[in-house]
Structure formats: structure tokens, C-alpha cells
């Protein structure tokens, strides 16, 4: 779990479905699909439940499990954000580039 599959489970509540919510985070539904594939095969349980589209439409939804797995997640998230300041983070930034170095290998 991550930033990013915490923003797509976020669009897939607010979408209704995996495409919607790829579109909205300007990813491709493989993409989507694929990431939804991998949480739902790394949890106990799926974090999204899914309907195939027909004539009345199909969608996607988070299952009670993938509501508790992102809000603990953005509360981790939130705590650690509150925590990153003083000593630690400025070492950290301080050694990081701007930018990676031009890969050496041709």
C-alpha cells in the first residue's frame, strides 16, 4: 500500500468504478485494473468488489475492509506527514538531489 493505490482506491469511491476513476487520475484502466488486482490479491480480503458492466451498467465499489484499510492508511499517512520535520528530515534533504544523476550505463 501506497500513495498512489491510496489515490485510487479515494477515486474508485468517488467514481463508482475503475475506469472512472483512471480517467480521473489520468491512468489507463490496465493500469487500474492491474493495481486493483494486486491489493485485492495482498489482502485477507478484496479492498474493491467489482461488478462485470452489462445493459444496467457495471462499477466498482471499496468493500468494508478497503474502507478501513484507507483510513487506517491515511491516518498513518497523516501522522507520519506531522512527524517528518527537525533534525531527521533536514539530513535527508539535505543529501538528496534536485534531480538523479544521468544514468553512467550506454
Not at 491510496?6 to 475503475?18: F, T
Request: glycine residues 12%; contains cysteine; proline residues 4%.
Amino acid at each position: 500500500m501506497g500513495p498512489g493505490k491510496a489515490d485510487l482506491l479515494d477515486a474508485i469511491a468517488a467514481h463508482g468504478s475503475i475506469s472512472a476513476a483512471a480517467r480521473a487520475m489520468g491512468m489507463s484502466y490496465r493500469r487500474a485494473w492491474l493495481l486493483v488486482d494486486t491489493m485485492n490479491r495482498c489482502w485477507r480480503e478484496p479492498l474493491v468488489a467489482t461488478v462485470p458492466g452489462s445493459a444496467h451498467g457495471g462499477g466498482a465499489r471499496l468493500t468494508a475492509l478497503g474502507s478501513d484499510v484507507l483510513d487506517n492508511y491515511r491516518r498513518l499517512q497523516a501522522s507520519v506527514d506531522g512527524a517528518g520535520s527537525g533534525a531527521d528530515r533536514t539530513a535527508l534533504f539535505q543529501a538528496l538531489l534536485a534531480e538523479p544523476r544521468t544514468s553512467r550505463t550506454a
